[in-house]
């Protein structure tokens, strides 16, 4: 429901906390304006569904508990990847990620075979599209960028999403999600505008990755 994924979405506020506490990064105004519109055009895209009551009160806590997970995940990235090159930092992290999913589903008894061949395929786009694409630039931008405005760029993924369900699967987008799509490119293009700020000001540069 769209109420997690408001609530998912919150991850750059923890972030940027997390970021202040262990990685004595100190937002600049650019990235924490940055990361309230970015939120709010979450918060707008999802308000029409946006409750917390019910069995809906659990999924809500899951979602919270998947925006600390996702902070985390990003903390511990921006921290790690300026001393290790992205090659082995992926193959470490996707490498644990499949061994927790396979305790898990031998755990939980979960057949991981027997699917059809088109189930298959998708499983496949998923892991060469998202995962290695997607994510894999994330983490390859967690050397360059601070582990703020990462964050706020990984909210771009919900307008995304929007895009290619209104052109794959013909599904409406409402004004709401217009308007919340647009306050979230504003969001990133001020976290960018801030770290060009940043670089600017330290000289700061970075060796290409071999």
């Known amino acids: 429901m769209a109420s997690s994924v408001v ?4 991850s750059p506020v923890f972030v940027g906390l997390g970021a202040l506490l262990f990685l004595r990064e100190r937002p600049s ?15 707008i895209i999802g308000w029409g569904d946006f409750h917390a009551r019910g069995t809906a009160l659990i999924g809500d806590l899951l979602a919270l508990a998947g925006a600390l ?12 990847r300026p001393r290790v090159p992205l090659l082995p930092y992926l193959t470490v992290t996707y490498g644990t990620a499949a061994l927790v999913l396979l305790i898990g589903a031998a755990v939980t ?9 088109i189930d298959y ?17 994330f983490n390859w931008a967690l050397r360059y960028l601070s582990a703020g405005t990462v964050a706020v760029i990984t ?10 369900a209104f052109l794959i699967l013909g599904e ?13 490119l504003i969001g990133i293009y001020l976290s960018l505008c801030g770290e060009g700020r940043i670089n600017e000001t330290t000289g700061f540069t970075e060796r290409r990755e071999t």
């Open 69 to 80: 997970m996702a902070a985390g995940y990003l903390i511990i990235g921006r921290r790690v």
């Open 109 to 117: 008894r979960t057949r991981l075979v027997g699917v059809t061949g």
């Open 121 to 137: 395929l998708y499983l496949l786009l998923l892991a060469v599209g998202p995962q290695l694409i997607g994510h894999s630039t």
């Open 29 to 43: 105004r650019y990235l924490i304006a940055a990361i309230g519109l970015a939120v709010s055009g979450a918060v």
């Open 7 to 10: 609530l998912v979405d919150t």
């Open 172 to 184: 409406r987008v409402g004004w709401l999600n217009g308007i919340g799509g647009t306050v979230i």
């Open 155 to 164: 909210l771009g993924e919900p307008i995304g999403a929007t895009v290619l």
